[in-house]
């Protein structure tokens, strides 16, 4: 067993012991989370990041109201514990199914649905600090990478520059105990919002022209894609550019992989990249690329209400994004990335981008 493995194992069993103890003293048996609701988060500007705050709840199992939960709450803990000693990995919905079963003597199961199973695992996450992926627990892995990058993977090595049109999909586990690099040859990291333009990029090979790794989410990126990007910056000091929709939705899965997600500000040290810069795509870019306004999309009223609640969080209050935001709303139109082979099909790889980049034309 890796030597982190054995760590997380002891932090985990660390909750046993404790309940062990109380019980042992005739004590009610206690276990307490961190509460993780909107008013126990805020956003630490020296960190750059969405953070739980210190606000505490406790797990009593001698609580009718909390009996349920408690015993929820160990029975996932235990069950972790064991998947580590097997030296498995397993999907949320394989441990849901692993622990779910009547309790004998009565008509009572542990768990009725997956829903209750899952944030028991958010509790365990945010108490002991770590991430679900250290739990040996796997998400679906849904992002691709590019670049000049070897790495080795459970033991394998992988060259990523022979990936092919495909590129490498992302695994939800990159644990530095899992993916391990061994050479990194890339000026800058260009994250990308979708697929389809991630594979304009990767077909145009811009990774190898410009010297850089290219790495899409499919959309709202998931925690693979995020903690790649993260280690990636924080172990070869690179920056970092995020390539969006010019529309709410698009500028938020940036603001997720700069400084975090409200659902997951328990964890978000470990996810967030605060050194992101938004390339773009944003509303402004139509006049100062000359983009034809019929490829434009009028902003609808999920768009606007999206619009403003943005406007209200904390980190996006500079003046930059106030411009965007209220040109946006005074044009009352909207970008997809697609819309720049208006102006030809290799336009966003061949002048675009590298245009904005040579002139560090970002938004904070």
Same mark, same amino acid.
């Given at each position: 067993?890796?030597?982190?493995?054995?760590?997380?194992?002891?932090?985990?069993?660390?909750?046993?012991?404790?309940?062990?103890?109380?019980? *042992?003293?005739?004590?009610?048996?206690?276990?307490?989370?961190?509460?993780?609701?909107?008013?126990?988060?805020?956003?630490?500007?020296?960190?750059?990041?969405?953070?739980?705050?210190?606000?505490?709840?406790?797990?009593?199992?001698?609580?009718?109201?909390?009996?349920?939960?408690?015993?929820?709450?160990?029975?996932?803990?235990?069950?972790?514990?064991?998947?580590?000693?097997?030296?498995?990995?397993?999907?949320?919905?394989?441990?849901?199914?692993?622990?779910?079963?009547?309790?004998?003597?009565?008509?009572?199961?542990?768990?009725?649905?997956?829903?209750?199973?899952?944030?028991?695992?958010?509790?365990?996450?945010?108490?002991? *600090?770590?991430?679900?992926?250290?739990?040996?627990?796997?998400?679906?892995?849904?992002?691709?990478?590019?670049?000049?990058?070897?790495?080795?993977?459970?033991?394998?090595?992988?060259?990523?520059?022979?990936?092919?049109?495909?590129?490498?999909?992302?695994?939800?586990?990159?644990?530095? *105990?899992?993916?391990?690099?061994?050479?990194?040859?890339?000026?800058?990291?260009?994250?990308?919002?979708?697929?389809?333009?991630?594979?304009?990029?990767?077909?145009?090979?811009?990774?190898?022209?410009?010297?850089?790794?290219?790495?899409?989410?499919?959309?709202?990126?998931?925690?693979?894609?995020?903690?790649?990007?993260?280690?990636?910056?924080?172990?070869?000091?690179?920056?970092?550019?995020?390539?969006?929709?010019? *529309?709410?939705?698009?500028?938020?899965?940036?603001?997720?992989?700069?400084?975090?997600?409200?659902?997951?500000?328990?964890?978000?040290?470990?996810?967030?990249?605060?050194?992101?810069?938004?390339?773009?795509?944003?509303?402004?870019?139509?006049?100062?690329?000359?983009?034809?306004?019929?490829?434009?999309?009028?902003?609808?009223?999920?768009?606007?209400?999206?619009?403003?609640?943005?406007?209200?969080?904390?980190?996006?209050?500079?003046?930059?994004?106030?411009?965007?935001?209220?040109?946006?709303?005074?044009?009352?139109?909207?970008?997809?990335?697609?819309?720049?082979?208006?102006?030809?099909?290799?336009?966003?790889?061949?002048?675009?981008?590298?245009?904005?980049?040579?002139?560090?034309?970002?938004?904070?």
């Amino acid at each position: 067993m890796a030597g982190r493995d054995k760590e997380v194992q002891k932090k985990l069993e660390s909750i046993g012991e404790a309940i062990y103890r109380q019980i *042992d003293k005739s004590q009610n048996p206690t276990y307490e989370v961190p509460v993780r609701t909107l008013n126990n988060v805020f956003f630490d500007k020296k960190s750059g990041t969405i953070k739980l705050g210190d606000k505490v709840s406790e797990r009593q199992f001698l609580n009718v109201a909390h009996s349920k939960k408690f015993m929820q709450t160990l029975l996932v803990a235990s069950e972790i514990r064991n998947v580590i000693e097997q030296q498995a990995t397993v999907s949320i919905r394989d441990l849901y199914y692993a622990l779910k079963h009547t309790i004998e003597g009565t008509n009572e199961n542990t768990f009725e649905e997956q829903s209750e199973s899952d944030p028991c695992i958010e509790d365990i996450e945010a108490s002991l *600090d770590l991430l679900r992926e250290e739990l040996h627990l796997a998400a679906s892995a849904k992002g691709i990478i590019a670049g000049d990058v070897q790495l080795r993977d459970g033991g394998v090595n992988i060259d990523l520059t022979k990936m092919g049109s495909g590129g490498w999909s992302v695994p939800s586990n990159v644990e530095p *105990d899992r993916i391990e690099f061994k050479k990194v040859n890339a000026e800058y990291i260009l994250f990308i919002e979708k697929d389809a333009v991630w594979r304009r990029f990767n077909e145009d090979q811009f990774w190898k022209k410009q010297k850089c790794i290219i790495l899409t989410g499919r959309g709202q990126p998931g925690r693979g894609e995020r903690r790649m990007a993260q280690r990636l910056v924080k172990e070869f000091k690179l920056p970092i550019y995020v390539l969006t929709d010019a *529309d709410p939705w698009g500028m938020y899965i940036y603001s997720v992989i700069k400084q975090g997600s409200i659902s997951l500000s328990y964890s978000e040290e470990k996810l967030a990249t605060p050194s992101a810069q938004f390339i773009g795509l944003t509303t402004m870019d139509v006049e100062k690329f000359k983009i034809p306004k019929e490829v434009t999309i009028k902003l609808n009223q999920l768009d606007v209400k999206r619009l403003k609640e943005m406007e209200g969080y904390e980190w996006f209050q500079k003046k930059e994004w106030k411009q965007e935001f209220n040109n946006m709303r005074e044009k009352a139109y909207k970008l997809e990335l697609e819309a720049l082979s208006k102006k030809g099909i290799r336009f966003i790889t061949e002048t675009y981008v590298p245009k904005k980049i040579k002139e560090e034309d970002f938004l904070p």
